[in-house]
């Protein structure tokens, strides 16, 4: 069994980490250079970097505060936000990042799945999932754009179908209903992605205590990843790995 990676995630608007509750109510929490430093000398298994108001502002990503993250850090890096062609994501892995989120674009365009996959290797290709629960949908979940803000109406689960046939490699799954609540992982959205799911899963949108973890990955997560509880200094990685393992779960 593999190794289940824990993940913080940095949340970057105007150059700056933010954390807000299911992304509205936005707050400085530090410097991406100095947070993404220190959650790797801790223990961090990848670090997530997501331009979180790039879509919206109807620009690229910041490749500059890119750079300078991927100078001080030795673990993978996945870099999302504003990415809009195969050529954006060749600059940001040219700037240091090790793999791309996609998903406003993604939905616009499937085709650009197929092409980041066809190009730079369907590693590369982390599809980006922003799910709020939608009773209209087939499955009960649609995947929104736009930081959230925008609701598709594409069904969650037909589309993460969908991109993982054009060659997404990854799935980053971060439920709206829970992002920044701390009431925990959306176990019930895990477990439906994770039974359509070939590739490996990252979980996210809720994560506020040490026993919040071991379950998500229970439900069918490869990877947790959590913001606000370590930004806040609530939990560290090592706290998170040693609840994951004392709970029978394989962590680096």
Known sequence: MPATRVIPCLDVAAGRVVKGVRFQGLQDAGDPVELAARYAESGADEIT???????????????EVVQRTAEQVFVPLTVGGGVRSADDVGRLLQAGADKIGVNSAALARPELVAEIA?????????????????????????VTTHGGRTNTGVDALEWAERAISLGAGELLLNSIDADGTKAGYDL???????????????????????????????AGADAVLAASVFHRGLLTIGQVKAALADAGVVVR
């Open 49 to 63: 970097f997501l331009d979180v108001t790039a879509t919206v502002e109807a620009r690229g990503t910041l490749l």
């Open 118 to 142: 066809d190009r730079y290797g369907a590693q590369v290709c982390v599809l980006s999932l922003d799910v709020l629960h939608d009773p209209r949908s087939p499955s009960g979940w649609s």
């Open 188 to 218: 019930r959205l895990i477990e439906a992605v994770r039974a359509v799911s070939s590739v490996p899963l990252i979980a996210s949108g809720g994560a506020g205590g040490l026993e919040h973890f071991a379950p998500a990955v229970q």
